[in-house]
């Protein structure tokens, strides 16, 4: 799987359209999408979506499955049809693909609109989340990080070292 180049880094505030409609930052956009390439926008966590490279997002989802689909037929995950059916209605409802418009806009639809939790009008958050971009609802981000940023130092040791 290809990682982008450069971690994608920043917090910018941002104010969703009466079209539905999000401007990403010009620095996020030219390292997230190659040649005008489609992206994918998925759900994360209640208030947060994720933009992601589509080519990135294709392989690691591919990967994921085939191992799901391999377990399966070898028998695996015998007993576990309720996971297995979980897993199936995430994976269907997760994700979709995008593209940006000029200026880096994206449009936002409605399923995904309600899991954001944010109104025409209502502001958002688009932060760089070193592999992808996330659009957060303002409290929802405010509330992950007073939960995170205690924990900073240390995770940036552990990965740094």
Same mark, same amino acid.
């Given at each position: 799987?290809?990682?982008?180049?450069?971690? @994608?880094?920043?917090?910018?505030?941002?104010?969703?359209?009466?079209?539905?409609?999000?401007?990403?930052?010009?620095?996020?956009?030219?390292?997230?999408v190659?040649?005008? #390439?489609?992206?994918?926008?998925?759900?994360?966590?209640?208030?947060? /979506?994720? @933009?992601?490279? =589509?080519?990135?997002?294709?392989?690691?989802?591919?990967?994921?499955v085939?191992?799901?689909?391999?377990?399966? !037929? =070898?028998?695996?995950?015998?007993?576990? @049809?309720?996971?297995?059916?979980?897993?199936?209605? @995430?994976?269907?409802? !997760?994700?979709?693909?995008?593209?940006? =418009?000029?200026?880096?806009?994206?449009?936002?639809?409605?399923?995904?609109?309600?899991?954001?939790?944010?109104e025409?009008?209502?502001?958002?958050?688009?932060?760089? %989340? =070193?592999?992808?971009?996330?659009?957060?609802?303002?409290? %929802?981000?405010? !509330?992950?990080?007073?939960?995170?940023?205690?924990?900073?130092? !240390? /995770?940036?040791? #552990?990965?740094?070292?």
């Open positions: 799987m290809t990682q982008p180049a450069k971690f @994608l880094l920043g917090e910018f505030r941002r104010v969703l359209d009466e079209r539905y409609r999000v401007s990403i930052p010009s620095p996020l956009v030219d390292a997230l190659e040649d005008g #390439q489609d992206c994918i926008l998925a759900k994360e966590r209640p208030g947060a /979506l994720s @933009l992601w490279n =589509a080519r990135q997002w294709q392989s690691r989802l591919d990967a994921g085939e191992l799901v689909e391999n377990k399966m !037929r =070898a028998g695996r995950l015998e007993g576990r @049809l309720e996971e297995v059916q979980r897993l199936g209605r @995430l994976l269907s409802t !997760r994700h979709t693909t995008v593209q940006l =418009a000029g200026r880096g806009r994206l449009v936002i639809g409605e399923g995904f609109r309600e899991f954001l939790g944010v025409t009008g209502g502001e958002l958050m688009v932060v760089g %989340a =070193a592999v992808c971009v996330e659009l957060w609802q303002p409290a %929802a981000w405010l !509330r992950y990080l007073q939960e995170q940023m205690p924990d900073f130092g !240390r /995770l940036f040791n #552990q990965l740094s070292q």
